[in-house]
Nanobody, 119 residues
Framework: QVQPVESGGGLVQAGESLKLSCSNS???????MGWFRQAPGQQRELVAQ???????TYADSVQGRFAISGDNVNNIVTLQMNNLKPEDTAVYYC??????????????WGRGTQVTVSS
């Protein structure tokens, strides 16, 4: 069963920090874990992603401010967000990508957690 469960998020002022966490069943073999976000009226976009091998990808807008880390044993991924800006305000979704027998990966999503940054 793949069901990402997020925690963290909330309301902070610009310049402050937040940490998001996402957990999933440790029995699932993960291809990658990551975080996406969606602001009102905007498309969902990648924030950060970490592969099973530890390779990290960041959106340009968060590079140097956000840090993603993953625990492949317990299938936990965290996103440390520093120096938050009002434009970081969005619903953040945990993404778990699982390989399938077809050779393609399947995406599973958490329910989302709101991050609001006031100026």
């Amino acid at each position: 069963q793949v069901q990402p469960v997020e925690s963290g998020g909330g309301l902070v002022q610009a310049g402050e920090s937040l940490k998001l966490s996402c957990s999933n069943s440790p029995s699932v073999f993960i291809y990658s874990m990551g975080w996406f976000r969606q602001a009102p009226g905007q498309q969902r976009e990648l924030v950060a992603q970490i592969s099973r091998s530890g390779s990290r990808t960041y959106a340009d807008s968060v590079q140097g401010r956000f840090a993603i880390s993953g625990d492949n044993v317990n299938n936990i991924v965290t996103l440390q967000m520093n120096n938050l800006k009002p434009e970081d305000t969005a619903v953040y979704y945990c993404n778990i990508r699982v390989p399938t027998t077809t050779g393609r990966n399947q995406d599973f999503w958490g329910r989302g957690t709101q991050v609001t940054v006031s100026s």
